[in-house]
T-cell receptor, first 112, second 113 residues
Framework: DTEVTQTPKHLVMGMTNKKSLKCEQH?????MYWYKQKAKKPPELMFVYSYEKLSINESVPSRFSPECPNSSLLNLHLHALQPEDSALYLC???????????FGSGTRLTVV | AQSVTQLGSHVSVSEGALVLLRCNYSSSVPPYLFWYVQYPNQGLQLLLKYTSAATLVKGINGFEAEFKKSETSFHLTKPSAHMSDAAEYFCAVSNFGNEKLTFGTGTRLTIIP
């Protein structure tokens, strides 16, 4: 299994809703990442988990809350988002060392 | 801090012509360099990576890139463009011990029939 699986693929939520994005990998990778990508822009790093511990938080607003329940799963909990948070949210994983990331296909989030 | 610059936000080539996408890096230590491709409404797929072994790196789909330290460049090439190559291409850099990837601004490749 060489994939990173993200669910759901599309999500529309209101500004008062609470929702979660899910990411799963079974490649034994010990680092997992959340990126945000706006249209026609490169991905921007949000969070890094290394060995299930949060190692990098790129000053992301608290309305985004990451969680790593185990080495295969990564969640992103969303609450009270703003319309400007609408974007493609990408999950990625990697093994130790600079071998590159494996990305999921993303969740297209629309905040209304 | 490490960074990459991609010259040309949009490149158009004819089908069968040479593809050349430019990437220059800025790093105080030997970098690790990557090229990713993104098709519409999809995630990013790793095309190839330079990790201080051979300077000429071959990747998937017929792409290759050459690391030139003297020019601080890592340009992506393909001898003959195919319609299926139309996509967004990102160059990215990280340093040893820091697996955080920093992406360039991307180059949109259009293939003219």
């Amino acid at each position: 299994d060489t994939e990173v699986t993200q669910t759901p693929k599309h999500l529309v939520m209101g500004m008062t809703n609470k929702k979660s994005l899910k990411c799963e990998q079974h490649m034994g990778h010990r680092a997992m990442y959340w990126y945000k990508q706006k249209a026609k822009k490169p991905p921007e790093l949000m969070f890094v988990y290394s060995y299930e511990k949060l190692s990098i938080n790129e000053s992301v607003p608290s309305r985004f809350s990451p969680e790593c329940p185990n080495s295969s799963l990564l969640n992103l909990h969303l609450h009270a988002l703003q319309p400007e948070d609408s974007a493609l949210y990408l999950c990625a994983s990697s093994r130790q060392g600079n071998y590159g990331y494996t990305f999921g296909s993303g969740t297209r989030l629309t905040v209304v | 801090a490490q960074s990459v610059t991609q010259l040309g936000s949009h490149v158009s080539v004819s089908e069968g012509a040479l593809v050349l996408l430019r990437c220059n890096y800025s790093s105080s230590v030997p970098p690790y360099l990557f090229w990713y491709v993104q098709y519409p409404n999809q995630g990013l797929q790793l095309l190839l990576k330079y990790t201080s072994a051979a300077t000429l790196v071959k990747g998937i789909n017929g792409f290759e890139a050459e690391f030139k330290k003297s020019e601080t460049s890592f340009h992506l090439t393909k001898p003959s463009a195919h319609m299926s190559d139309a996509a967004e291409y990102f160059c990215a850099v990280s340093n040893f011990g820091n697996e955080k990837l920093t992406f360039g601004t991307g180059t949109r490749l259009t293939i003219i029939p």
